[in-house]
């Protein structure tokens, strides 16, 4: 008989015997303390810094962020003062000025929109501001980089109302100002010019620049993203230029402005010039020059026409000068109105050199001595007199010093001064040799002379300041000297074709040659200086013709003419009644 196996029952196993899950497959977080603090530590020190950031930002240094912004926001705009207007003596303006209009462009805002693609309107602008087409575009293109350029100063309200409706992005208008002056030539060496920016380069523009100028205002705004005013921060207030008066008078401007050009043109010459003074006050009543220039056009400003000859130009003055070294004898007691001098034959024999006279006097009161210009009669008296009383004279009327004036370029001329002298020396210096003088100077000789020895500063606008006349020579000597020189101007002088109908004129014409290097040229300068009327002296009036051709080249032949023409305009304008003429 088979026996039955024996089945025994098996335990379970446990970790068999329960269903897997997914929270038996992943294990369960574990809280790391040292990390959590770490993150903690961070966090919180991040939070600390950026608090501490926005301190130093907000309240221990805010100025470099308040700085950033206003950069971005504030906008300063300067606001221009008018120039002050400059007028003559009456009132009359001579320069003015006129409101314009400046282009500029932004090269960066040109390219940022479309660029310079719409050729015939680029070209539309460079043709009304009278520019070359391809050199507009190749400047723009050049400074693409740039916020800021000029195309064009001070264009005309016309060109600037064409140019907005042009429309160009980029092409923006500025105001400002430009001179203009309604003389033109006849007032431009005396009124001078300013340069672009609106500060004056000559005349009295430039001597009273800063009295014209007046101080620019300015206002300061803050703008949004979109260019909208939001705030105004601030308002300077512009100061106008001060007006400027002078004492010349625009139609003796005039006269004496055509007379000196028609004469440079009548003689061929290399120029001509005419000042003339009140001899009261020394005022100057015309300053001229010819060749002169157009101030509104800066195309005509060479430097050979803009120089003011009246008081850059020196030049020996010859026989002018003679009325002043016969004042000197008679202030010197040297001579009288009654010494008679003999000339002989009208050359005089110092040392190895030769005094003439252009025409024979023989014996000659002072009063015939002036008349035919005697260069013998006026050397033996500067020979007769110490020389110190002779430059003493020349030097108190004056002779070879600044005029005062103000004006750039003056000169003061060659006044001689030496230990020694030579007896020919003192003998050519009595007759307007060895040394150089301007026209101003010797209008203000004059003006002295007929003021009856009085020196009058000269001036151009009246300052009000004290009065610094005073007296060089005695009266009656120069009275008697004016009476001499009176008989100049009538049948017989030097300078009968200075005379003016109905008024009793004095005056001395001169004529010496042009000094050059080793010695003088074959040129000449003629002159002819005077006052009137000699009853009651009133203005004192020079005329200088620079190298006249042809065969007439004295003073008294060439600027008498011009002079006459001047002083009888001058005299009918300022109403200065005329005298009876003893000698017609």
Same mark, same amino acid.
């Given at each position: 008989?088979?026996?039955?196996p024996?089945?025994?029952?098996?335990?379970p196993?446990?970790?068999?015997?329960?269903?897997?899950?997914?929270?038996?497959?992943?294990?369960?977080?574990?809280?790391?303390?040292w990390?959590f603090?770490?993150?903690?530590f961070f966090?919180f020190?991040?939070?600390v810094?950026?608090?501490?950031?926005?301190?130093?930002?907000q309240?221990?240094?805010p100025?470099?962020?308040?700085?950033? =912004?206003d950069?971005?926001?504030?906008r @300063?705009?300067?606001?221009?003062?008018?120039r002050?207007?400059?007028?003559?003596?009456? &009132?009359?303006?001579?320069?003015v000025?006129?409101?314009?209009?400046?282009?500029?462009?932004?090269?960066?805002?040109?390219?940022k929109?479309?660029?310079?693609?719409?050729?015939?309107r680029?070209?539309?602008l460079?043709?009304?501001?009278?520019?070359?087409?391809?050199?507009l575009?190749?400047?723009?293109?050049?400074?693409?980089?740039?916020?800021?350029?000029y195309?064009?100063?001070?264009?005309?309200?016309a060109? @600037?109302k064409?140019?907005?409706?042009?429309?160009?992005?980029g092409?923006?208008?500025?105001?400002?100002?430009?001179r203009?002056?309604?003389?033109?030539?006849?007032?431009?060496?005396?009124?001078g010019v300013?340069g672009?920016?609106?500060?004056g380069?000559?005349?009295?523009?430039?001597?009273?620049?800063?009295?014209?100028?007046?101080?620019?205002?300015?206002?300061?705004?803050r703008?949004?993203?979109?260019?909208?005013?939001?705030?105004?921060?601030?308002?300077?207030?512009?100061?106008?230029?001060?007006p400027?008066?002078?004492?010349?008078?625009?139609r003796?401007?005039?006269?004496?402005?055509r007379?000196?050009?028609?004469?440079?043109a009548?003689?061929?010459?290399t120029?001509?010039?005419?000042?003339?003074?009140?001899?009261?006050? =020394?005022?100057?009543?015309?300053?001229v020059?010819?060749?002169?220039?157009n101030?509104?056009?800066?195309?005509d400003?060479q430097?050979?026409?803009?120089?003011?000859?009246?008081?850059?130009d020196?030049?020996?003055?010859?026989?002018?000068?003679?009325?002043?070294?016969?004042?000197?004898?008679?202030?010197?007691g040297?001579?009288d109105?009654?010494t008679?001098?003999?000339?002989g034959?009208?050359?005089?024999?110092?040392g190895?050199?030769?005094v003439?006279?252009t025409?024979?006097?023989?014996?000659?009161?002072?009063?015939?001595?002036?008349?035919?210009?005697?260069?013998?009669?006026?050397?033996?008296?500067a020979l007769?007199?110490?020389?110190?009383?002779?430059?003493?004279?020349?030097?108190s009327?004056g002779?070879?010093e600044?005029?005062?004036?103000?004006?750039?370029?003056?000169?003061?001329?060659?006044?001689?001064?030496r230990?020694?002298?030579?007896?020919?020396?003192?003998?050519?210096?009595?007759f &307007?040799?060895?040394?150089a003088?301007?026209?101003?100077?010797?209008a203000?000789?004059?003006?002295t002379?007929?003021?009856?020895?009085?020196?009058?500063?000269?001036?151009i606008i009246?300052?009000?300041?004290?009065?610094?006349?005073?007296?060089?020579?005695g009266?009656?000597?120069?009275?008697?000297?004016?009476?001499?020189?009176?008989?100049?101007?009538?049948?017989?002088?030097? @300078?009968?074709?200075? @005379?003016?109908?109905?008024?009793?004129?004095?005056?001395?014409?001169?004529?010496?040659?042009?000094?050059?290097?080793g =010695?003088y040229?074959?040129?000449?300068?003629?002159?002819?200086?005077?006052?009137?009327?000699?009853?009651?002296?009133?203005?004192?009036?020079?005329?200088?013709?620079?190298?006249?051709?042809g065969?007439?080249y004295?003073?008294?032949?060439?600027?008498g003419?011009?002079f006459?023409?001047?002083?009888? =305009?001058a005299?009918?304008?300022?109403?200065?009644?005329?005298?009876?003429n003893?000698?017609?």
């Amino acid at each position: 008989m088979k026996k039955k196996p024996v089945q025994t029952k098996a335990k379970p196993n446990k970790s068999t015997s329960k269903p897997a899950t997914s929270s038996d497959a992943t294990p369960a977080p574990v809280f790391i303390r040292w990390r959590f603090y770490l993150l903690v530590f961070f966090l919180f020190a991040a939070m600390v810094g950026l608090i501490g950031r926005v301190a130093f930002i907000q309240i221990i240094e805010p100025d470099n962020l308040i700085r950033e =912004g206003d950069m971005r926001s504030i906008r @300063a705009k300067e606001l221009h003062s008018a120039r002050g207007i400059i007028s003559d003596r009456n &009132g009359e303006a001579v320069a003015v000025s006129v409101p314009v209009e400046a282009v500029w462009a932004d090269p960066v805002a040109i390219f940022k929109n479309g660029g310079l693609q719409e050729k015939d309107r680029w070209h539309a602008l460079a043709d009304v501001l009278g520019l070359d087409r391809n050199a507009l575009l190749k400047k723009i293109s050049d400074n693409s980089t740039r916020r800021f350029i000029y195309l064009q100063r001070q264009v005309s309200p016309a060109m @600037a109302k064409y140019i907005r409706e042009l429309k160009l992005n980029g092409v923006g208008l500025k105001a400002e100002s430009r001179r203009y002056y309604p003389a033109g030539e006849v007032s431009a060496h005396l009124i001078g010019v300013t340069g672009i920016d609106g500060h004056g380069l000559e005349g009295a523009e430039r001597s009273y620049d800063k009295w014209l100028t007046g101080e620019s205002g300015k206002s300061i705004i803050r703008k949004d993203r979109y260019g909208r005013v939001v705030e105004n921060i601030s308002l300077e207030e512009s100061e106008e230029g001060k007006p400027l008066q002078l004492t010349i008078d625009q139609r003796l401007q005039a006269i004496a402005f055509r007379a000196v050009k028609q004469a440079m043109a009548d003689y061929r010459a290399t120029s001509a010039s005419a000042v003339m003074l009140d001899v009261k006050t =020394g005022a100057v009543l015309a300053m001229v020059n010819a060749p002169s220039y157009n101030p509104n056009n800066r195309s005509d400003w060479q430097s050979f026409k803009m120089r003011n000859r009246v008081i850059t130009d020196a030049f020996e003055p010859g026989s002018t000068v003679k009325p002043f070294v016969v004042l000197a004898a008679l202030a010197n007691g040297i001579a009288d109105q009654n010494t008679i001098i003999d000339t002989g034959d009208g050359v005089m024999q110092i040392g190895g050199s030769r005094v003439r006279d252009t025409s024979k006097v023989g014996k000659a009161n002072l009063q015939m001595i002036l008349k035919k210009s005697s260069n013998v009669g006026v050397a033996k008296l500067a020979l007769q007199m110490p020389l110190e009383a002779m430059l003493g004279m020349y030097n108190s009327v004056g002779l070879g010093e600044i005029s005062g004036l103000n004006l750039v370029g003056e000169t003061a001329g060659i006044f001689p001064s030496r230990n020694r002298w030579s007896q020919f020396e003192i003998a050519t210096l009595a007759f &307007g040799y060895g040394l150089a003088i301007t026209p101003i100077q010797l209008a203000h000789a004059y003006a002295t002379l007929g003021n009856l020895g009085l020196y009058q500063p000269i001036h151009i606008i009246d300052s009000h300041q004290q009065d610094l006349a005073h007296r060089v020579v005695g009266a009656k000597y120069a009275k008697q000297v004016l009476d001499m020189l009176e008989t100049v101007t009538q049948p017989g002088g030097t @300078a009968v074709q200075a @005379a003016v109908p109905g008024y009793r004129i004095a005056a001395k014409s001169g004529t010496s040659r042009k000094a050059i290097a080793g =010695g003088y040229s074959d040129e000449y300068f003629a002159y002819t200086a005077g006052v009137a009327p000699v009853s009651d002296p009133r203005i004192s009036l020079v005329v200088m013709v620079n190298e006249p051709q042809g065969d007439s080249y004295y003073g008294g032949a060439v600027a008498g003419p011009v002079f006459s023409e001047i002083m009888k =305009g001058a005299l009918q304008i300022l109403n200065i009644v005329p005298d009876e003429n003893r000698f017609q």
